[in-house]
């Protein structure tokens, strides 16, 4: 079975700086599509990023991007130039590409604080 | 993007009385859709698959009686928590593939007193 991990369960950035979150994976399938997430206080679920496996190149989206580590199984999430509008919780996490319509597996989140 | 709305947001019901959640997709079609309940500040945790036209498929520790879903058509899908008690007290989201990504409702704040 596929696990997600996120072994930061807070983290905080000042305003305008950089923030690294965590995210390593377990599977043993080699095509799949990984994910992060944002839950601010509305708790509405907001699609950040997602990259898929077989793309070697790191996805970016604006001031998000990835590092995808495929062999060590680590997909981090960097936040550049960080806004207090990114304060949320953040979650990682997988979907097989074996198989259409399969649920999203997710990782504990990790907590993220914006200061001015 | 697809939208998926869930209504209502928030709820509270008195204990051992039923609530019903629903969910719609507004521009494309749901075959199949998922429900997680969601405690605060941890993450989704999957309840169940509902997909159009077949019976659900609940995970592993849920309770089929207790959390009855139905998918009645390729826009609907309904969770109806029955003879609801305070520990079902919690946020419900639905939530649709469509291709590679997967799009969520809103969320319902479920209070039983």
């Known amino acids: 079975a596929q696990t997600v991990t996120q072994s930061q369960p807070e983290m905080s950035v000042q305003e305008a700086e950089t923030v690294t979150l965590s995210c390593t994976y377990d599977t043993s399938e080699s095509d799949y599509y990984l994910f992060w997430y944002k839950q601010p206080p509305s708790r509405q679920m907001i699609l950040v990023i997602r990259?898929?496996?077989?793309?070697?190149q790191n996805a970016t989206e604006n001031r998000f991007s990835v590092n995808f580590q495929k062999a060590a199984k680590s997909f981090s999430l960097k936040i550049s130039d960080s806004q207090l509008g990114d304060a949320a919780m953040y979650f990682c996490a997988y979907r097989t590409r074996n198989q259409a319509g399969t649920a999203l597996i997710f990782g504990k989140g990790t907590t993220l604080s914006v200061s001015s | 993007g697809a939208v998926v709305s869930q209504h209502p947001s928030w709820v509270i019901c008195k204990s051992g009385t039923s609530v019903k959640i629903e969910c719609r997709s507004l521009d494309f079609q749901a075959t199949t859709m998922f429900w997680y309940r969601q405690f605060p500040k941890q993450s989704l945790m999957l309840m169940a698959t509902s997909n159009e036209g077949s019976k659900a498929t609940y995970e592993q520790g849920v309770e089929k009686d207790k959390f009855l879903i139905n998918h009645a058509s390729l826009t609907l899908s309904t969770l109806t928590v029955t003879s609801a008690h305070p520990e079902d007290s919690s946020f419900y989201i639905c939530?649709?593939?469509?291709?590679?990504?997967?799009?969520f409702g809103q969320g319902t704040r479920l209070t039983v007193v």
């Open positions: 990259q898929e496996a077989y793309k070697q």
């Open positions: 939530s649709a593939p469509t291709g590679v990504e997967a799009f």
